[in-house]
């Protein structure tokens, strides 16, 4: 027994999965038909398909298609087991399925990013609607959910049933067959969550409400009710049991399907309708519209002999109108007359007894038609996208889900039969686009060696259908809407004029002999890529019409019943647009849904029908060989078997696998296709097995397993590496949770005593203070900023700031020079002797005191000797005034080491020593009088001598300091007393005055 390698899945989960026994019996035939030996024979693809078959092995891949056989009976593979073996493992690793298609596809959005979309083909009853089943639950059970999505994967799993019930019936191909087309948009957010779907229906089969074919059946909602809906809702409903009392249901012969057990199909769509939100009355108003239909499909009308209808059911009618909720008189009239507006008159006719008929079926099928498009829109609501839009951000992607009706073949086919087919035909279209025609001209502009296969395109069908002008559709609205006598056999005729000798068209009258026997004369044929189909024209021009008489129009606005009047807007009345017909409309909403698959990255599901006989274990080969021919598996397998199933551009390549050799990893530098081919050397690839292309670089189709087993180290190493960023993120989240809570609890405990509880945040206040701090030091003795500090720092704050403001003033002392320092020393002694005594003293602070104010060259040559070895420190030009007479005399100044010398131009006038220097006074005003006192005893002194000069500030500081008499300084606040010759004494006065004067008063001095 062998062992797989260890593997990790996508949710990191490591488990072993055991090949061998696993696989073992899947091992019939081949699992996928690109390893078939004999790859272009017919034969050998449909043994492998039987072979398989009949080991219930309904699933072979042919490359990345899916090819399924329906088994008709319930097989064992879908349990949550085979879910959870599938989940994140390798395409090829494990027997094909259903789940292992849904896994990739989900797996490849999560990883690329891209929208993808699933497209499921085949004929009515290949097993389309069972295979899209199976998908939507491997997604709502296997997708990762928070419970906020438990209810939205509810309502996805429970839309089926109501949709089912109300839009598949029992038909000759299917008893379970989809009479609308369903596209189902499932969205994801960036994590891979299902967080909202979308449905889109198309075409729903209206005429199968008024009309089966025999051997089939109207919509199983019908049957239901009657089978499963308890007495009390059936009496309000006035309806019976018995399905065969209703015309409605009778036309098929067929009230009961052996596969279909109507009474459980009835308790699934209550409980769906409850699940998927659905109010009681909401259910009750649908029911009523149900009734509805059945009642008005055994309305009659009677024919009077005037030709006058009426309703002879009265009875019918009553219980219509209380379901309804419309008035009964207006209903009765609208089934039996028409409005007519004609040159902008309103005029009533009456209708025929075939007229009344007929627009009681129209007035059926609009109230299901349009009651089915209101479900769907009430299903949508409910699968509309949850939560706040959040989980849609970027990243978020789609999966979308196409189940849509197989291609079909009945004894006789009508209009709806047309529309499936046509459909048929543009799936086809799409699938050939994209698997066979695009990949080969991908080849040949990549240019790699490559020769064409051929296969048929059958756009030529397509255009026959939808051409402008030319093509059918345009030719039946033409002939809705052409004045005259417009019927479903001109159309025919018009047909024929204009399609006459298209390869894929013939009628009977364009037949040759043998075709004209199997056609009927108001029959066309449309050589379908899936086989000859013949289309009785009857009822083509009303179904694409598709009219209401606007009367009936009017009663449905009016109803009480709120599903009705929701579906008959009043708007609608008032519209005088036409509408588009409804050909028209269905081929532009499939040229919609085509835009909107080509936009996704598809993976397809290829559903096969075993045999016509709905039995299990038949395999009919014919018919399987039939359907094998017209999907194109075989062109398909050849482009696949020869063709490289796996591409990816050069850069995409490189960043994926580069972890896988040493040269590529961590960075490629070089040129990318360099890149890759010393990548896929390294790991040992021989030149056949794949091919650079100008892009990309493309893997044999039948070497793309051994490629594949890449993938397993890839993902674990990735995994590793994005586990390793996603847990080192983690934690610093952590980390910043931890952080922020200690900081909330410390500021609620800032308070208190530093411990346990606020030492995290006390230490952060502190911290961040003195970081503050740094940042913000006062830069100057001046600047006395200072950040406020918590209180707990109030402290060491204060002393930091003095030390702070200690060193800057240490600093600022330091960096002073010598000759400044002198200069301060004086200023200081200035400011200490006149700051708020003098008024001259402010302005005299800015100005800087000199050496001295007369250079050598002013100072007399006889008075330098006369002094000689004592140095003129420093001299000033004064004017002395006489004791006597008081008059000015001009006079230098000068100081030397020990005295003060009074100088006439060339002679000494007077010397005062320091130490016979008594005083000096100066007043308080801005005058610039000074007087020197000297000592009187001293006989060489004169007197006090009385001064003026311009810079008395400075001269005084400087006396005051050389002569060391600061303290000896006076600020007079009145006169100033001095001694004069012969001890006398004089006064000088000072007052205010606008300028300076000096006068000799009685012994006065004034300023
Ligand atoms: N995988 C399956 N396992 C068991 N039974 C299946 C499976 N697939 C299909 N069947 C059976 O075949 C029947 C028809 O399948 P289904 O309704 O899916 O056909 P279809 O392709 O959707 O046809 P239509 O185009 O008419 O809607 C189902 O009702 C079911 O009984
Ligand atoms: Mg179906």
Redesign the pocket.
């Known amino acids: 027994m062998r062992y797989q390698a260890r593997e990790v899945g996508v949710d990191g989960r490591v488990r072993l999965v055991l090949e061998g026994a696993l696989t073992a019996r899947d091992r019939v035939g081949v699992q996928d038909f690109v390893l078939l030996e004999n790859f272009n024979s017919e034969a050998a693809f449909i043994e492998n398909l039987r072979r398989r078959f009949t080991e219930n092995l309904?699933y072979t891949y042919m490359g990345s298609v899916l090819v399924?056989v329906?088994?008709?009976?319930?097989?064992e593979i879908?349990s949550p087991q085979h879910m959870e073996r599938y989940r994140g493992v390798s395409y090829y690793e494990i027997s094909p399925h259903?789940y292992a298609l849904s896994d990739n596809t989900y797996r490849a959005m999560k990883t690329s990013r891209r929208d993808q979309c699933i497209l499921?083909s085949?004929?009515?009853?290949?097993?389309?609607?069972?295979?899209?089943?199976?998908i939507l639950l491997y997604y709502a059970v296997s997708c990762p959910a928070h419970q906020r999505m438990a209810s939205l994967r509810d309502c996805l799993l429970q839309s089926t049933p109501v949709l089912e019930a109300f839009g598949?019936a029992k038909?000759l191909?299917?008893?379970?067959?989809?009479?609308f087309g369903k596209y189902m948009d499932i969205q994801f957010d960036f994590r891979g969550v299902p967080v909202g779907a979308h449905i889109l229906n198309y075409l729903l089969e209206k005429s199968r409400v008024v009309h089966q074919n025999h051997g089939e059946r109207n919509y199983h909602v019908f049957y239901q009710l009657l089978e499963g809906g308890t007495e009390e809702q059936l009496l309000h409903l006035h309806l019976d049991r018995n399905p065969q009392k209703y015309l409605y249901l009778v036309k098929g012969n067929c009230p009961r399907v052996s596969?279909m057990n109507d009474k459980n199909g009835w308790k699934a769509l209550v409980k769906a309708l409850s699940v998927i939100g659905f109010t009681e009355g909401e259910v009750q108003e649908l029911l009523d519209v149900i009734g509805s239909v059945l009642h008005l499909g055994n309305t009659q009308f009677g024919e009077e002999e005037d030709g006058q209808t009426y309703v002879t059911t009265e009875m019918e009618l009553k219980t219509l109108t209380q379901l309804l909720g419309v008035d009964g008189a207006a209903l009765t009239e609208a089934l039996t007359h028409k409005k007519l507006t004609a040159n902008g008159e309103e005029m009533i006719s009456p209708l025929t007894f075939e007229q009344a008929g007929a627009a009681r079926d129209a007035l059926a099928q609009a109230v299901y038609g349009r009651t089915f498009t209101w479900l769907v829109e009430k299903i949508n609501q409910s699968l509309a996208l949850q939560g706040d839009g959040t989980s849609c951000r970027d990243g978020s992607s789609v999966i979308g889900l196409l189940?849509?009706?197989?291609f079909?073949v009945f004894q006789h086919n009508s209009f709806e039969q047309f529309c499936i087919n046509y459909c048929s035909e543009k799936l086809q279209q799409l699938f050939i686009e994209l698997t066979l025609r695009s990949e080969q001209e991908e080849y040949e502009t990549e240019g790699v060696a490559w020769e064409p296969v051929q296969y048929f395109d059958n756009k030529v069908i397509c255009d026959l259908i939808e051409e402008k002008h030319k093509g059918i559709i345009s030719i039946l609205d033409e002939e809705c809407v052409r004045p005259g006598e417009a019927c479903d056999l001109s159309f025919l005729e018009k047909l024929e004029d204009t399609l006459g000798g298209h390869a894929h068209f013939v009628t009977h009258k364009l037949a040759n002999g043998k075709t004209r026997r199997v056609l009927g004369r108001e029959e066309f044929r449309l050589l379908h890529y899936a086989g000859e189909v013949n289309y009785t024209v009857t009822g083509f021009l009303d179904k694409n019409n598709d009219t209401l008489y606007r009367s009936l129009k009017e009663v449905m606005c009016q109803s009480t019943n709120h599903i009705v009047e929701h579906c008959f807007r009043r708007g609608e009345l008032v519209d005088q647009k036409r509408p588009e017909m409804a050909a028209t409309q269905f081929k532009n909403s499939l040229t919609k849904l085509m835009e909107t698959l080509m936009s996704k990255e598809p993976s397809y599901v290829r559903?096969i029908?075993p045999n016509d006989a709905?039995q299990p274990g038949r395999f009919d080969e014919v018919l399987v060989r039939h359907q094998v021919k017209y999907l194109g598996l075989m062109e398909n397998l050849r482009v696949r078997r020869a063709g490289f199933a796996y591409r990816r551009h050069f850069e995409a390549f490189l960043q994926r696998y580069k972890p896988l050799c040493p040269e590529t990893w961590p960075v490629w530098q070089g040129e990318l296709a360099e890149g890759v081919s010393t990548l896929v050397q390294y790991l040992g690839y021989k030149p056949e097995e794949y091919k650079m292309g100008r892009y990309l670089v493309l893997m044999n189709t039948l070497y793309q397993r051994r490629w594949r087993r890449w993938e397993g180290p890839i993902i674990v190493i990735q995994a590793a590496w994005r586990g390793m960023k996603a847990r080192r993120r983690a934690r610093r989240r952590r980390d910043a949770a931890d952080l922020i809570r200690r900081l909330i609890k410390g500021f609620i405990h800032r308070h208190e005593e530093y411990g346990p509880d606020n030492d995290y945040f006390l230490d952060h206040v502190r911290c961040s203070f003195l970081k503050t701090l740094r940042r913000n030091l006062p830069r100057s003795v001046l600047d006395k900023s200072w950040p406020t500090p918590p209180p707990a720092l109030t402290q060491a704050s204060e002393e930091l700031r003095q030390l702070n403001m200690r060193n800057m003033v240490r600093k600022f002392c330091l960096a002073i020079l010598p000759e400044w320092r002198k200069q301060m020393d004086q200023k200081v002694v200035a400011s200490e002797l006149f700051r708020g005594q003098k008024d001259s003293y402010p302005p005299s602070v800015a100005a800087l005191f000199l050496g001295t104010r007369l250079g050598d060259e002013h100072i007399n040559l006889k008075v330098v000797q006369t002094l000689g070895s004592e140095k003129v420190q420093y001299g000033v030009s004064v004017i002395k005034y006489d004791r006597r007479g008081f008059k000015p005399r001009p006079r230098q100044l000068l100081l030397t080491g020990s005295a003060i010398i009074l100088v006439e131009k060339t002679k000494i006038k007077q010397r005062i020593d320091y130490d016979a220097l008594r005083g000096i006074s100066v007043s308080r005003l801005s005058d610039g009088i000074l007087v020197l006192h000297v000592l009187c005893e001293d006989n060489k002194q004169k007197a006090d001598l009385v001064l003026l000069c311009d810079h008395v500030i400075e001269v005084v500081t400087k006396v005051a300091m050389m002569a060391n008499k600061v303290d000896q300084v006076n600020v007079s606040q009145g006169s100033i007393r001095f001694s004069a010759a012969r001890s006398k004494e004089g006064v000088v006065d000072f007052t205010r005055g606008p300028e300076l004067k000096v006068a000799k008063g009685k012994l006065n001095t004034k300023h």
């Open positions: 309904i399924s329906n088994p008709y009976k319930d097989l879908y259903i499921i085949g004929e009515s009853g290949a097993g389309k609607t069972e295979a899209s089943k199976k598949n038909t191909r299917n008893d379970n067959s989809s009479r596969s189940d849509i009706y197989g079909e559903c029908k709905k």
